[in-house]
């Protein structure tokens, strides 16, 4: 799937493209507890989008990553769309 198809409400997307920055991370309180979220842009030839990275994930990988993300979900934050990988999901470097 290509960046420029996402839309808000997705779900099982897979997408492949470069991480081309990282946020800080910041310390948030969700109902399963405090842990770490950062934001990174990702993009491939069609655009960029934002991707949340979560507790662990953070630290996996870094600006220039070539990576792939499979059963992720897209919603809205900010009026912006963004990707997430759930629990069911998997992101992992190519």
């Keep these: 799937m290509k960046i420029s198809e996402i839309r808000d409400g997705m779900s099982n997307v897979e997408l492949t493209g470069e991480i081309?920055?990282?946020s800080?991370?910041?310390?948030v309180i969700?109902?399963?507890g405090n842990t770490s979220v950062a934001t990174a842009k990702v993009k491939d030839d069609s655009g960029t989008i934002n991707l949340s990275?979560?507790?662990?994930q953070i630290?996996?990988?870094k600006v220039g990553d070539n990576i792939h993300i499979t059963g992720g979900?897209?919603?809205s934050f900010?009026?912006?769309v963004q990707v997430n990988v759930g629990?069911?999901?998997?992101l992992q470097k190519v």
């Design 20 to 22: 081309v920055e990282i």
């Design 78 to 80: 900010r009026d912006e």
């Design 30 to 32: 969700t109902k399963f």
């Design 24 to 27: 800080e991370p910041r310390e």
């Design 59 to 61: 630290s996996a990988v």
């Design 73 to 75: 979900y897209t919603k």
């Design 53 to 56: 990275l979560w507790g662990k």
């Design 87 to 90: 629990k069911q999901g998997s």
